[in-house]
């Protein structure tokens, strides 16, 4: 390896040790060592899952197998992602009555009591352990093949970064780690695939020279058994405690399953990836010892420059799985083993200290067993298969709610765990296909549900076993099944009409494209045998450039507030570097052929869609324009040949597509203004309508004050009419404002330095006692995180405007649920910002009207006109402050606010 690769490497583990102390500071209890405050975001979830779920098995051993065994393999595995499924659409709904549980021990504790909890702790933590040591020697391998450095030297690097940032941060440095250790990986592998078939031809030939060898089930008994084996362990939802240990982390039931949803897609392609990896492997190097398979192909064929990042991707692969399996290790043996045997319970400081500690020595023992005590890894990896004969059937019992005693747990795991050893012992000969486990289970389930059925009748309680486990569906009538066909188009409709609406990055789906953009960079274009002029690495490096961009935007809710507000630069930057630049380099280097002209032209209409049309001019010319330069200037002369037929194709889809978009994003953007025109005449038209009574109730208040000035016994009536006349001349003031914020006048808003915690606290205090004084609503304000002396740049007026006008929404939406309900408005410090928090527990928005709830007319009242957010965030985004908004149907809704602090 070249000191390019070598410094790649470093530059992986240095980043992993940065973002593990980085983001894993501050912690100061077990709880937020195990789950932190369960506030991660959707794409650092779907990184965690996915990270820790392709680890070295589902890389490194898929292309091990798919080596020896062919494809079949391949179907296996696909075992994976439908488990990841079957977990989202019936385990995590169930999830809710675990909540504050930290561990999948802790779950059995709440169902089964200190047993229940104790044993599971003890099989999670063999487990676990086993998991550890096996990853351990992967990351040595990896050190001494790429690298050339010592097995124990590998070891002690690769593994001791692990150690010290997950002893260190806990559960936050592990799910950021795991971020970056997903990206990584998942550029790696379809990277890799790409420089291997670019050689031989594509799919099509790679698939086509193997077809008698790796395309049927083999004939051999043993490798039949191993097969089947297989399969059944693949399929069946064991409950793994690192994904259940992924849902407590969670804030709530239906991000865990789009977690699970989207982390189970993603293993789709990367399982499509390694299988051509091992059978490319079997091709070209069919002598080398099938555990090999991956590193050897990466060390083969991989090109100078991108060695290292193989390196790093094998390391991410392993490590994203180790440090998982690390931090459940240390929360099971503290919380769920130590803790309820002891007899009190230790003070928050010392547990997470004692936490922190066996995290570290454990790590160190597993290098110990690893290098030096091989025999009790064999014995830990049997005992380990008692796992699933010990506990899935109790967890899943727990889960629906046919819960036993204690006493009926331990049977059932004693029972469980005998029933292995029995089958191991005297039937696994005379039924090879069945795996022990799966008897185990069995005889854990007739003794469990044995004594849950006694355990009813005793009580005098009703069996019920179909209350939880059949869904309930609500009855249709026949004219609804013949309204389902037109509502499915009305419903496209209305979606389609969104999505060209005003406020580009605010109904833009900025995710949607950066996955798809993703995925197109990231998925194999060598289908079929083409032309390659520039050379695979130039445009592989381009390409993961563009990736990282893509990944960016993914992660764009995790950035550090200060440069959140560079984000509209970030998205334009991806927008011009992704689509125009590096598909017309494609394209050229494809020699122009017709799929990838066409996907030039679709490029250049979909950049239409998403950017202005001045923008789309610009970045298109100077997008087609750099790329063709750099194409040119990387070819030698005399390479690029081509005919007229292909350049008459070429230019014929590129100028249809820039004039189909041009037309488009120009009637587009007219429509959009006309809407932004005729919103701004209604606004002034109303201000109009309003400023006119106002007037006349200003005159009229003036002239009664001096009717009844000095009068006795009317002094009451005179300070009423100085409040209706301040109210009124408050009024006026608000809709000037309202109109010159509008309209864009330079003088509308005013911003100044204040004191945000009295400000907002003066701000909150002045709203109208509207609903306040009905006993069923309640308002709880605390600012006690955020110091007196922090500054935020703002025109008071605006913001009273925008805090007023959340503050009624939302007693209105409790209002609208059921005449009750609390409205929290928090502060708080949060990397150098102020976030304020206004949650409230009405009706929520429904799931439909989120993504534009925030454009003009778009309202969820029967006499709202829509306006409201709109113009809150129109006002906010002038005085530098990001608002999100996020709503759960019937549960509630919740506004951030993050305001930039000044000195």
């Known amino acids: ?142 050190f001494e093949y790429f690298l050339g450095v010592s097995f124990v030297i590998g070891v002690i690097i690769g593994f001791g970064i692990i150690i010290a940032y997950t002893s260190y941060g806990g559960i936050r440095a592990v799910a950021f780690t795991d971020v970056l250790q997903f990206c990584i990986l998942i550029s790696f592998i379809p ?339 083409i032309e390659n002029l520039m050379g695979t690495s130039l445009l592989s490096f381009l390409k993961l450039v563009g990736g990282v961009m893509c990944v960016m935007l993914i992660l764009r809710q995790e950035w550090l507030p200060n440069f959140k507000g560079s984000f509209t630069f970030v998205w334009h930057v991806v927008l011009l570097f992704t689509i125009p630049f590096v598909l017309s380099m494609n394209a050229l280097n494809a020699g122009l052929t017709s799929e990838a002209s066409f996907q030039l032209g679709v490029g250049l209409f979909l950049l239409s869609i998403l950017c202005s049309w001045e923008r789309f001019l610009a970045f298109s010319l100077i997008g087609l324009t750099g790329g063709t330069v750099l194409f040119f200037s990387c070819v030698p002369s005399g390479a690029f040949v081509l005919t007229w037929k292909k350049v008459l194709f070429f230019f014929q889809s590129v100028i249809f597509s820039f004039i ?59 300070t009423e009419m100085e409040e209706v006349f301040e109210a009124s001349h408050t009024l006026s003031g608000r809709i000037t404002f309202v109109l010159g914020t509008l309209r864009g006048d330079k003088g509308a808003l005013k911003p100044l330095k204040c004191y945000a915690k009295e400000t907002i606290e003066k701000i909150i205090e002045a709203y109208p006692d509207v609903g306040r004084d009905d006993e069923s609503f309640t308002l709880k304000v605390n600012f006690r995180k955020v110091s007196k002396h922090v500054k935020i740049f703002v025109d008071k007026t605006a913001l009273t405007h925008v805090i007023h006008n959340l503050m009624k929404n939302a007693y209105e939406a409790m209002l609208t649920k059921d005449d009750q309900g609390t409205l929290s408005i928090s502060g708080r410090m949060e990397d150098g910002m102020l976030v304020v928090d206004i949650k409230d527990t009405g009706c929520g928005i429904p799931k439909n009207l989120m993504r534009k709830i925030m454009m003009p007319f778009v309202t969820t009242k029967t006499s709202g006109t829509g306006v409201g957010l709109y113009f809150c965030k129109h006002v906010l985004n002038k005085m530098n402050v990001e608002m999100s908004l996020n709503s759960i149907e019937d549960i509630g809704t919740s506004v951030t606010l993050v305001f930039p602090v000044r000195k």
């Open 660 to 718: 189909v978009g041009y037309i488009f994003a120009r009637s587009r953007d007219r429509t959009i203004q006309s809407k932004v025109d005729n919103f701004r005449s209604m606004a002034a038209q109303i201000a109009h309508e309003l400023r006119t009574p106002l007037q006349s109730l200003n005159l009229a208040t003036q002239f009664l004050k001096q009717k009844i000035f000095g009068k006795p016994g009317l002094e009451f009536l005179h």
């Open 191 to 529: 990277m890799i695939t790409n420089h291997v078939l670019a050689g031989m031809g594509g799919y099509f030939e790679l698939f086509k020279s193997t077809q008698e060898t790796h395309f049927s089930f083999p004939t051999d008994e043993t490798a039949r058994v191993f097969l089947v084996s297989m399969f059944i362990i693949e399929f069946l939802p064991l409950l793994n405690p690192l994904v259940i240990h992924r849902f407590l982390m969670a804030k709530d039931t239906k991000l865990m399953q789009r977690s699970l949803k989207i982390s189970a897609l993603l293993q789709i392609p990367i399982i499509f990836f390694i299988t051509a990896i091992g059978i490319a492997a079997f091709r070209l190097f069919p002598e080398i010892n099938p555990d090999l398979a991956l590193p050897h192909l990466i060390s083969t064929m991989a090109p100078e420059g991108f060695k290292g990042f193989a390196a790093a991707g094998l390391l991410a692969i392993i490590m994203s799985s180790a440090d998982s399996i690390l931090n459940v290790a240390s929360i099971l043996l503290v919380n769920d083993i130590i803790a309820p045997l002891s007899k009190k319970r230790l003070p928050e400081e010392k547990e997470l200290f004692i936490t922190k500690a066996f995290s570290f020595a454990m790590g160190i023992a597993a290098i110990a067993i690893a290098l030096e005590f091989r025999e009790i890894l064999g014995i830990g990896l049997y005992f380990a298969g008692f796992w699933a004969p010990l506990t899935v059937i109790p967890l899943y019992a727990a889960f629906f709610k046919l819960r036993a005693t204690s006493q009926t747990f331990v049977a059932s795991a004693i029972a469980g765990c005998c029933s292995f050893l029995l089958w191991d012992f005297f039937g696994k000969e005379a039924f090879p296909y069945i795996p022990g486990f799966l008897v185990g289970m069995a005889g854990n389930a007739l003794v469990f549900f044995h004594g849950y059925y006694r355990e009813r009748r005793l009580f005098g309680e009703e069996l019920n076993f179909t209350g939880d486990l059949i869904p309930k569906v609500a009855p249709r009538t026949l004219e609804d099944l013949f309204d389902e066909p037109l509502s499915k188009p009305q419903r496209f409709y209305k979606r389609a009409k969104a999505f060209f609406a005003p406020e580009f990055l605010d109904w833009i789906p900025i995710s949607a494209f950066a996955t798809f953009t993703l995925a197109l960079y990231t998925l194999p274009s060598f289908m079929w045998d």
């Open 1 to 142: 390896m070249t000191y390019v690769d070598i410094g790649m490497v470093v530059a992986y583990l240095v980043a992993t040790l940065v973002i593990g102390f980085f983001k894993g500071k501050g912690i100061k209890s077990l709880k937020e060592y195990a789950i932190s405050h369960r506030e991660f975001s959707l794409p650092v979830l779907v990184s965690t899952i996915a990270a820790t779920l392709i680890g070295g098995g589902s890389s490194m051993g898929l292309a091990t197998k798919v080596f020896v065994y062919g494809i079949p393999f391949f179907f296996i595995f696909l075992g994976r992602p439908f488990v990841n499924l079957f977990l989202a659409y019936v385990i995590a709904p169930r999830m809710k009555q675990f909540e504050g549980r930290i561990s999948i021990a802790d779950m059995m504790g709440q169902s089964y009591g200190k047993y229940g909890q104790v044993i599971t702790g003890i099989g999670g933590l063999i487990r676990s352990l086993v998991g550890i040591a096996t990853q351990v020697t992967a990351i040595g391998f990896v």
